[in-house]
């Protein structure tokens, strides 16, 4: 079974903290999302990156950097967390093989609060 | 442009009835179309995808959904609902950059005793 794990499942922080949230698979994946997920907006795709130091920017990166050092891992930063910025966060993984028909593969999410 | 619409923020059916979780698409190309669950403070499982061929894909826990090409719609179905359905639904399509989901906002489904 295809393993995603993130780092923490809740986290509290105070506004201007720099945040990090990790996320591993096992599963050598090539490509490794960022989403966050509020209430009535579904998944936004903040980042993704479809190997080793590279990454591409999704819908609302604005406030986030992504670093990709190992396949396996894949670092959501917040450089300077804000109260807009609470949310749940969850990291997915795909392998690039099978194209469009490969599901993703989701971790169990972290619960940020900026206070 | 690539999107997913689930118009129905909340559904509720008694358990032992059939349920149905709406989903309507657009999609440049061939649709690629996915259902996920999401139970409280978890992350989605997969639940069943539409690729090619049948228009009726069965998926886990007894889930189905019913690809109709004409009204750009993949409703999920389940003959008869458990109350451990209670869950959050989500719908996807894949766009042509394959590598980006499009979701939709997702639909609770609550399932009475």
């Known amino acids: 079974d295809v393993k995603v794990t993130q780092s923490s499942r809740y986290l509290v922080k105070r506004t201007g903290e720099k945040v990090f949230l990790e996320c591993v698979q096992d599963?050598?994946?090539?490509?490794m999302f960022w989403y966050r997920q509020d209430p009535g907006l579904g998944l936004r795709l903040i980042y993704f990156?479809?190997?080793?130091?590279?990454?591409e920017k999704g819908d609302i990166p604005e406030g986030y950097s992504v670093s990709r050092e190992k396949k396996e891992r894949f670092s959501l930063i917040l450089e300077s967390a804000s109260t807009n910025q609470t949310s749940m966060y969850l990291c997915?993984?795909?392998?690039?093989?099978?194209?469009?028909?490969?599901?993703?593969?989701f971790g169990p999410g972290t619960r940020l609060l900026v206070l | 442009a690539q999107s997913v619409a689930q118009p129905e923020d909340q559904v509720n059916v008694a358990e032992g009835n059939p349920l149905t979780v709406k989903c309507t698409y657009s999609?440049?190309?061939?649709?690629?179309l996915f259902w996920y669950v999401q139970y409280p403070n978890r992350g989605l499982q997969f639940l069943l995808k539409?690729?090619?061929?049948?228009?009726l894909v069965k998926g886990s826990y007894g889930f189905e959904a019913e690809f109709n090409k004409s009204q750009t719609s993949f409703h999920l179905k389940k003959p008869s609902a458990l109350v451990s359905d209670s869950a959050l639904y989500f719908c996807?399509?894949?766009?042509?950059?394959?590598?980006?989901?499009?979701f939709g906002s997702g639909t609770k489904l609550n399932v009475k005793p």
């Open positions: 990156s479809y190997d080793v130091k590279m990454k």
């Open positions: 539409y690729i090619t061929g049948d228009n």
């Open positions: 997915a993984s795909r392998p690039f093989s099978g194209g469009q028909q490969e599901t993703q593969y």
């Open positions: 996807a399509v894949v766009g042509y950059n394959f590598n980006k989901f499009y």
């Open positions: 999609v440049s190309g061939n649709p690629y």
């Open positions: 599963m050598d994946h090539e490509n």
